[in-house]
């Protein structure tokens, strides 16, 4: 009787093996960390309109502070992240490879070195303290504007600040200046009368993009889906820049950041957003600002002198044009 039931139960276990087979579960919700950036905020628009559901995607945002999200990220915790191309490389060279499958953005004066009253250009900076996030994109910023001016980092004394700190850093009196982008470099200035910004992205297009970075291993098994997903960006892009709806579109990307649509049009337009067939444009491949390979490859350059990593990484790698080019289609 024993043997028996040993048999059945081994049967009954083998057919619900075949069933669960047969039947696969659904697969989980991809996973992607946004935070507080005009370019990432915009799929606030997608996910509020219902876009997603309708493009058949079962995709879950999840809002962090940035630092936090490139975290998560490089733990494993979700599939995908909104960042810059230089900080792809940064979880990269951490140990958690990322894919950068498609543009949303590049920085056009959102981001900024704000200097305190009676600062008025970076040379007045000589000699004097800089709250920045030490490894991130504003210190790329500060060292391209720098070059600019003629000076050397070591011109200026470094204060390692996070970003979302600079506003009350800057309002104390701790530094004579801050890197940070919108919204808290705005914040920045307005807690502190008469600050300005001394150098801005606007400056150097192209310096800083903003992509959508995908774990490898995720993006090939589930590559149908990243592939709608880029596909439906250029919606999100047409709505956010026609005049008919771009003010619903701002009302949403408001009320994700807690301001108002008041406060929150202006910073449209320091965020050059990119759609499809521009974004296919930044994917050729070239040297210099104007391709995602030729400003990788400085950021790379950046990050290994300012050892955030010790090697160069294989920039190309970390890039693949082939959703962008499908989508363009």
């Not at 024993?2 to 669960?20: E, I, P, Y």
């Not at 230089?86 to 900024?112: C, P, Q």
């Not at 996030?133 to 390692?160: F, S």
């Not at 004579?176 to 001394?198: E, F, R, T």
Request: proline share 5%; no cysteine; net charge neutral.
């Amino acid at each position: 009787m024993v043997r028996k039931a040993s048999l059945g139960l081994m049967f009954g276990l083998a057919l619900s093996f075949m069933l669960t087979a047969e039947r696969p579960a659904a697969a989980a919700p991809l996973t992607i960390g946004y935070s507080d950036w005009p370019g990432y905020v915009a799929w606030q628009v997608a996910i509020d309109k219902g876009w997603l559901k309708e493009a058949g995607l079962d995709v879950t945002f999840q809002w962090f502070d940035y630092s936090a999200s490139l975290d998560a990220f490089g733990a494993g915790k979700i599939d995908s992240v909104l960042t810059t191309n230089g900080d792809t490389l940064v979880t990269g060279g951490g140990g958690t490879k990322g894919v950068m499958i498609m543009l949303t953005d590049y920085s056009n004066g959102n981001d900024m070195i704000v200097g305190k009253p009676g600062i008025k250009s970076l040379k007045d900076l000589k000699g004097k303290k800089v709250g920045i996030e030490v490894g991130l994109v504003e210190h790329l910023l500060l060292l391209h504007g720098l070059d600019q001016a003629g000076m050397k980092e070591k011109d200026v004394k470094l204060v390692n600040t996070k970003t979302n700190d600079t506003p009350q850093v800057l309002a104390s009196g701790q530094v004579d200046a801050i890197g940070a982008w919108q919204p808290n470099s705005g914040m920045a200035m307005k807690q502190l009368p008469g600050s300005k910004p001394i150098y801005t992205s606007e400056q150097a297009p192209g310096l800083i993009y903003d992509v959508l970075t995908v774990n490898p291993t995720v993006l090939n098994a589930r590559k149908p889906e990243w592939q709608k997903l880029v596909k439906l960006w250029d919606k999100v892009v047409h709505y956010i820049n026609d005049p008919k709806t771009q003010d619903d579109a701002v009302k949403i990307m408001a009320a994700r950041t807690g301001i108002t649509p008041e406060e929150y049009k202006p910073l449209l337009k320091g965020t050059k957003l990119l759609d499809i067939a521009e974004g296919k444009k930044v994917y050729v491949k070239a040297a210099g600002l104007g391709s995602l390979y030729g400003s990788t490859k400085i950021s790379d350059d950046f990050n290994v002198a300012n050892e955030v990593y010790k090697e160069h990484q294989k920039v190309d790698t970390y890039i693949d044009p082939s959703f962008t080019n499908t989508a363009a289609q």
